[in-house]
């Protein structure tokens, strides 16, 4: 046996369903976010453990930055989860693709009942909210200094997508927390919920409880506030 067909033998082969392939533009994703799907699967069920980032961008031809994007791509579009699996009494984080099958069962369920199949649409609203989020993950990175990990990611979207909260506020949070040279979303996560339990649901309102309290501090002769009541947390919480 020469050494290509050894190699063949030894890698084994990845199945992938041709109703994947031939619906994974209707489910919204792009060429490189299936070659993603497809590295990271393999031989694999449809939870994976976390992947080598290092090694994908050198299959793919990207840099690590950009596998972490077309992740969270994913994770967006609802065609992935993260998730926790026990692995010798340890949780260990990992991807899910659950989603993708549920959504490919309902278009399939869709393009049967009706005669032409379903067309992707374009939605402007869908195209800025991903900027938006796109911005988001460029301006806390450049002030941690560091690639957003998965699951920060997923964190960030939570905040938009369940928490509701704007974009403004958020990065409001963290420029209180660059100030206090905190450099984590824990503590941002305790400014956003203190805010919230103040009924403070946007920048301006931010910003106007901080005058507020601000103007009423001088008036008894303080002079040292820093906005509103940031919570406290161990700096080594990290």
């Known amino acids: 046996m020469d050494a290509l067909a050894q190699q063949l033998v030894s890698a084994g082969s990845t199945s992938i369903s041709n109703v994947v392939l031939q619906n994974f533009r209707q489910l919204g994703m792009t060429t490189d976010e299936l070659v993603l799907y497809l590295l990271v699967k393999q031989n694999n069920s449809t939870k994976v453990l976390m992947p080598d980032t290092k090694k994908l961008a050198e299959q793919m031809g990207l840099s690590e930055k950009q596998i972490f994007g077309l992740f969270h791509q994913l994770i967006a579009k609802k065609l992935m989860a993260i998730t926790s699996q026990a692995i010798n009494g340890k949780q260990v984080d990992g991807y899910d693709f659950t989603p993708l099958y549920t959504k490919l069962d309902m278009l399939i369920g869709n393009q049967e009942t009706q005669s032409n199949p379903p067309q992707p649409v374009k939605n402007k609203n869908v195209s800025v909210a991903r900027l938006t989020r796109q911005s988001l993950f460029s301006s806390l990175e450049k002030e941690f200094g560091r690639t957003l990990s998965p699951i920060e990611m997923e964190t960030v979207s939570q905040w938009l997508d369940l928490d509701h ?74």
Request: aromatic letters at 6%; a positive charge; hydrophobic letters at 35%.
């Open 165 to 238: 909260y704007s974009p403004e506020l958020i990065n409001l949070a963290l420029k209180e927390a660059v100030l206090n040279q905190v450099y984590n979303l824990k503590y941002m996560d305790r400014i956003l919920m203190n805010w919230e339990k103040k009924n403070l649901k946007t920048a301006a309102q931010v910003e106007n409880a901080k005058k507020n309290s601000t103007r009423s501090s001088k008036e008894n002769g303080l002079n040292n506030y820093n906005g509103p009541d940031i919570p406290l947390i161990n700096l080594t919480d990290q």
